[in-house]
């Protein structure tokens, strides 16, 4: 338990479901809430289901918005517009969220606001941000997703009409200079990976002693650790949104090596487009030999997914963190992935291969060579990357590890408070 139960103000989107932003979302604030910290969540939303053991929880307390924003309308007839003006809604009632943030702290104060997800939000009152720490939890930035879109506009102008590109690119270079002011107010910066931390640091010139490098968390019992042999044809499964920066082009080529090199694997490309990229007509070029693609998979889908599977391949060449890559390991799959993906920094080397981002060869290579170890210690392989998920990405380990880090980061700004005053807070918090 920690020395100091917390009052938290937290901002983010609405926690739910088993996997993605909203997955990681009910596990931290279950994990945290479970250590006894006190959270006020606010939500732009007008109202949503919450998972139930959330809504049961006595530390979580749920605040909800104005927004009414709903799919299949004339505001979100396509995938574009929807993107546009979802972002536009949440920005619009959050900033009507911020008059109730001020009133529940004036009731009782807050010890930190913790603003999960995004770098920018309007719902924070400037009188809050002044004092009391802020703390910023990001999944991706914009000025990364804006790099990779600008590297690879052939590939999205041959998959999308130039239309598209350019309101995407217009409004990733605004959310990217209002991200760049947003994130100097962060008196803590909570990165889900050193890569990640490493392009904030550079991007928007963040002081790294400022910064935290906590990995994801992902419920490891949702998995079951396949011990089944490789089968005649190995299963290689390239998970995950089919869209920009995700190296899907690479994919497509490593299939081809592959084949060539006459390799016994079939690839199996399993997702669907973004909101904004949506590049599944490169997969029009995967050789059928040895690859398929198999569609969007929904979260409940994707532990049989995994089971069925004897490696995954992460191709991306900007991925802050990679769900799909803990995920694997939680299942028994040993993966092969770029340097650019934070979930494998500290994973051990004998059931990850990483590659350099773009590195086709090396790719094929890794995989099979991961096969060949795979056939010869099948079941030890399996069990030390389930072994390497719930060391690395338990939810038990990953909200004891933030929870430590605001404990000293609220202790610390109680010691500054303390020496302004002249005198120290240290005596009171010992007695």
């Known amino acids: 338990m920690p020395k100091k139960a917390l009052r938290i103000a937290w901002l983010g989107p609405v926690p739910g479901g088993d996997t993605g932003v909203t997955g990681v979302n009910a ?27 959330l809504a049961e929880d006595e530390n979580l307390e749920f605040i909800w918005g104005t927004s009414r924003w709903q799919w299949n309308r004339w505001y979100s007839h396509s995938k574009t517009a929807a993107f546009a003006t979802g972002m536009l809604s949440r920005s619009v009632a959050s900033l009507r969220l911020r ?25 924070l009152p400037s009188s809050i941000r002044r004092s009391v720490p802020l703390v910023i939890h990001p999944e991706t930035h914009s000025a990364g997703e804006l790099r990779l879109l600008i ?10 009409p130039p239309h598209i590109f350019a309101l995407v690119t217009l409004i990733m270079a605004f959310r990217a200079l209002v991200q760049r002011m947003s994130i100097r107010h962060a008196r803590l910066l909570v990165c889900i990976s050193s890569v990640f931390r490493d392009h904030l640091v ?9 910064t935290i490098v906590i990995p994801n968390p992902v419920r490891i019992d949702r998995f079951t650790a396949s011990d089944r042999q490789i089968g005649e044809t190995p299963i290689v499964l390239a ?16 299939a081809r090596r592959l084949l060539e090199r006459d390799v016994d694997a079939r690839i199996r490309v399993v997702g669907g487009p973004s909101l904004w990229s949506d590049y599944t007509k490169l997969l029009e070029g995967l050789p059928p030999e040895n690859a398929e693609y198999a569609g969007s998979a929904s979260s409940s889908e994707i532990p049989d997914l995994l089971l069925n599977s004897d490696l995954l391949l992460q191709a991306s060449k900007y991925e802050p963190f990679a769900l799909t890559v803990a995920e694997a390991l939680a299942a028994g799959v040993p993966v092969v992935a770029t340097s650019e993906v934070g979930a494998i920094e500290a994973v051990d080397r004998s059931v990850v291969s990483e590659v350099a981002p773009g590195d086709v060869d090396g790719m094929a290579s890794a995989i099979a060579a991961l096969l060949e170890e795979l056939r010869a210690h099948p079941a030890e392989m399996r069990s030390k990357a389930r072994s390497e998920a719930g060391r690395l990405f338990a939810p038990d380990v990953v909200c004891q590890q933030i929870s430590a880090a605001l404990e000293q980061l609220v202790g610390g700004v109680e010691d500054d408070l303390a020496l302004a005053l002249g005198g120290s807070a240290a005596p009171a918090r010992e007695a």
């Open 27 to 53: 596990e931290l604030l279950h994990g945290l809430a479970a250590l006894g910290h006190r959270i006020d969540c606010f939500f732009p939303s007008a109202g949503h289901p919450v998972p139930a053991q």
């Open 202 to 210: 550079r991007d928007y010139r963040f002081p790294v002693e400022a």
């Open 99 to 123: 008059r109730e943030i001020a009133r529940r702290h004036r009731r009782e104060a807050y010890d930190l606001v913790y603003q999960f997800s995004t770098i920018e939000t309007p719902a």
């Open 151 to 160: 590297a690879e506009r052939r590939l999205s102008l041959h998959c999308q």
């Open 239 to 254: 998970l995950g949104r089919v869209s920009s920066r995700k190296g899907i082009e690479d994919v497509v080529a490593v």
